[in-house]
């Protein structure tokens, strides 16, 4: 924890273009409407956040859908700026500051979500995306999080360049890849009355709802999807190593075919022959191309993001079930009386 604590501090000194976000309730209540939609069609859902830079605090106040994929007549720029256009009409917020989408049991980071969030970044300064588990709030246990890429990250995917000498160049690893944003869900005066008010009409025998205690099917589909990212990271591994393999084979080779040419122009400079320069050996020995090395790096921090989920399902469960055994035994003793 301290390690991560230590690198995450190290993150937010070399970005501190954001300290916080501050999001609406009713932008978040949007947000969960559509991602809960999508989700029961196995669709991702995707869409863009507006508001404003207050200082170091970025304010989400509103946000939109973006159109579905499979409609080929919509243009989806053209659907974004109609959007923004008339939402300045009626004095909204129309400043576009990022992006949201759906997750299921932590598969948010993604190659796709890199490099989204780069363009979003590069162009958009202070953007963030947030990302919302839809399975693991339908537990009870809202997960909304938001993300920045480190500077570290856009200059590596800026030169294109992602071989283990860049990686080792640049310091990036999968802990360094994104910058988690601490994310205040704030809610208007009238907004916190009326909730008061509902929470007044809701009948006692409801309340049951907030305390669903199963939770085996979330930390089975963690564990599902944790050993996938660790079979995907062993296949890489895999790869990388016949790689160097063959490198290594390649390199003997090489030197060898210089050792006797070696020989050979000592014996051609003994009778006064001209010798044979080296690089003609060389040329036969093309450099073998280095494999990417950014999907063994999203998949370990996939590996990362689903350990940290399970942990803290794991412990808020625990504290669920505490409370739900002192509410139990509140029960039986007043049964009893």
């Known amino acids: 924890m301290a390690n991560r604590g230590g690198r995450h501090a190290r993150n937010e000194e070399s970005d501190n273009t954001i300290n916080y976000v501050q999001c609406d309730g009713l932008a978040v209540m949007k947000m969960v409407k559509h991602c809960h939609e999508e989700s029961s069609n196995m669709d991702l859902a995707q869409g863009a956040l507006l508001g404003l830079v207050v200082d170091k605090c970025l304010e989400i106040t509103n946000c939109f859908p973006f159109p579905k994929s499979g409609d080929e007549t919509m243009d989806e720029e053209m659907y974004q700026l109609t959007v923004m256009r008339r939402l300045r009409r009626v004095n909204v917020d129309h400043l576009h500051v990022g992006w949201y989408q759906s997750s299921d049991v932590g598969n948010s980071l993604s190659l796709a979500l890199l490099e989204s969030q780069y363009h979003y970044q590069t162009s958009i300064e202070e953007s963030v995306v947030v990302v919302y588990d839809t399975q693991k709030s339908s537990r009870g246990f809202l997960c909304l999080k938001a993300y920045r890429l480190t500077p570290q990250a856009i200059q590596m995917y ?180």
């Open 158 to 337: 800026k030169d294109g360049d992602f071989t283990p000498e860049a990686f080792r160049t640049l310091k990036v690893g999968y802990e360094s890849l994104f910058a988690e944003i601490p994310i205040v869900i704030k809610n208007s005066p009238l907004t916190n009355i009326m909730m008061s008010e509902l929470n007044e009409l809701l009948p006692e025998d409801k309340g049951h709802n907030f305390l669903d205690l199963g939770t085996a099917s979330v930390l089975e589909n963690h564990m599902r999807s944790l050993i996938e990212r660790v079979d995907e990271l062993y296949q890489e591994a895999v790869r990388y190593n016949k790689y160097q393999q063959v490198v290594f084979k390649q390199d003997t080779e090489k030197h060898r075919a210089l050792a006797k040419l070696a020989a050979e122009n000592a014996v051609r400079t003994s009778k006064g022959e001209p010798t044979v320069p080296e690089e003609e050996v060389i040329k036969q020995f093309r450099p073998m191309p280095v494999p990417a090395r950014l999907t063994a790096t999203i998949t370990s921090g996939q590996i990362n993001t689903h350990a940290q989920h399970i942990a803290q399902f794991c412990s808020q469960s625990l504290a669920k079930l505490f409370i739900t055994e002192s509410l139990q035994n509140a029960k039986e003793a007043k049964e009893t009386k």
